[in-house]
Structure formats: structure tokens, C-alpha cells
T-cell receptor
Framework: NAGVTQTPKFQVLKTGQSMTLQCAQD?????MYWYRQDPGMGLRLIYY???????DKGEVPNGYNVSRLNKREFSLRLESAAPSQTSVYFC???????????FGDGTRLSIL | QKEVEQNSGPLSVPEGAIASLNCTYS??????FFWYRQYSGKSPELIMS????GDKEDGRFTAQLNKASQYVSLLIRDSQPSDSATYLC??????????FGPGTRLSVLP
């Protein structure tokens, strides 16, 4: 029972490199989310997808792009990584409406 | 601007005591409220969800919601060292827009 799976778990990039973070859920959930978490801060929403084929910006979308590939998968792309994007990235999903989110284990990304 | 605030920590309580964590939010129209626990280096895990005014109890945890005052709290009774973690308050605003507070770090001292 995998739930929400994120890959990779760790990554080190150089400034200017590009990268895609992958997220997949096996719970048949409609909505998926990407957050970043910086030290001492809560989770900040980057992008979310309320359903397959739709995406919306969250609080901190600049420098990121997303793709909802199908109902299971939601990827986050950094086109030109910057040191300010060093963070822990969490993917989450929920079935619908007012229900709580389920989180993946996170991707720890360092940009030098 | 949708905001969620939590009491600043860290909060230290002795083992066996009651830990009280507070959260306020900016939008009266919010309908869903969640408390997550996050251990260092781990992902958030859901502890409680609450949707209507009043108290909701689950084991040693009680969530309290007061929509008129726009606050939600979490009480942890008989606190254990294993409860030491950061507690995140999350509020669902319109549609699918979840906003998290900055978190309160709790330390339970043996």
C-alpha cells in the first residue's frame, strides 16, 4: 500500500540546471499538490491540480512548472534551478472536497 | 491574503502534562481544519480533522474549533516524549486552497 510516492528522495543540482520531481499516488485521488518547506516554516503551496487536466498556481509558483500527466501522476519541474529553491519538496493528494491530504516522504533538494 | 498563525514555540511541557497548541486563521468562510504532526526529517502525518464548532476527541488528542473567533486548538493530554515534534495547523480555504501555519515545535521533557 504505497500511498504517495516521490522520486528522487535526495538531489543536488548546480545553479542553472533543470530537474523534474516525480509524484505518483495509488489511491485514485482527484487532487494533487506540490509544497515546499523551508527551515522553521510551514508548508507553502507551489501548484495544485484539482483534477486531471487542470493545474493552478499556489502561493509561490515562480520558477516552477507542473504537469498532471494522468490521474496518478503530478510532476514538478525546475527549468533553471536557483539556490533559493533549495528546500524540501512534498507532494500530497486528497480524494475530494473537505478531506485531509496524504503526503509523500519528500524530496530534499540542494542547489549549489 | 489567507493567513494561518500558530503560537510561537518552542513549547516545552513535562511528561504527563497537557500540551496546548493554538491556531488562528484569517477567513471566516473556512470550513475544514486539520492538525498534522511532523517529526524532524519526516513528512506531515494527520492527527485530527475538525469541521464543526466544538470539541472532537481521539484518544489523548482533542481538537477544539471556534469559528466565530476564528481559532482552532489542539490539546494533548498525558504528553509523552514521543509527542515531541512540530505540529502544523492547516486550513482549507475556498476550493482546494490549503494554507498551513508555520508550525509549533513541542518538546515533552521526561
Amino acid at each position: 500500500n504505497a500511498g504517495v510516492t516521490q522520486t528522487p528522495k535526495f538531489q543536488v543540482l548546480k545553479t542553472g540546471q533543470s530537474m523534474t520531481l516525480q509524484c505518483a499516488q495509488d489511491m485514485n485521488h482527484n487532487s494533487m499538490y506540490w509544497y515546499r518547506q523551508d527551515p522553521g516554516m510551514g508548508l507553502r503551496l507551489i501548484y495544485y491540480s484539482a483534477s486531471e487536466g487542470t493545474t493552478d498556481k499556489g502561493e509561490v509558483p515562480n520558477g516552477y512548472n507542473v504537469s498532471r500527466l494522468n490521474k496518478r501522476e503530478f510532476s514538478l519541474r525546475l527549468e533553471s534551478a536557483a539556490p533559493s529553491q533549495t528546500s524540501v519538496y512534498f507532494c500530497a493528494s486528497l480524494e475530494q472536497g473537505y478531506q485531509p491530504q496524504h503526503f509523500g516522504d519528500g524530496t530534499r533538494l540542494s542547489i549549489l | 491574503q489567507k493567513e494561518v498563525e500558530q503560537n510561537s514555540g518552542p513549547l516545552s511541557v513535562p511528561e504527563g502534562a497537557i500540551a496546548s497548541l493554538n491556531c488562528t486563521y484569517s477567513d471566516r468562510g473556512s470550513q475544514s481544519f486539520f492538525w498534522y504532526r511532523q517529526y524532524s526529517g519526516k513528512s506531515p502525518e494527520l492527527i485530527m480533522s475538525i469541521y464543526s464548532n466544538g470539541d472532537k476527541e481521539d484518544g489523548r488528542f482533542t481538537a477544539q474549533l471556534n469559528k466565530a473567533s476564528q481559532y482552532v486548538s489542539l490539546l494533548i493530554r498525558d504528553s509523552q516524549p514521543s509527542d515531541s515534534a512540530t505540529y502544523l495547523c492547516a486550513v482549507l480555504f475556498y476550493g482546494q486552497n490549503f494554507v498551513f501555519g508555520p508550525g509549533t515545535r513541542l518538546s515533552v521533557l521526561p
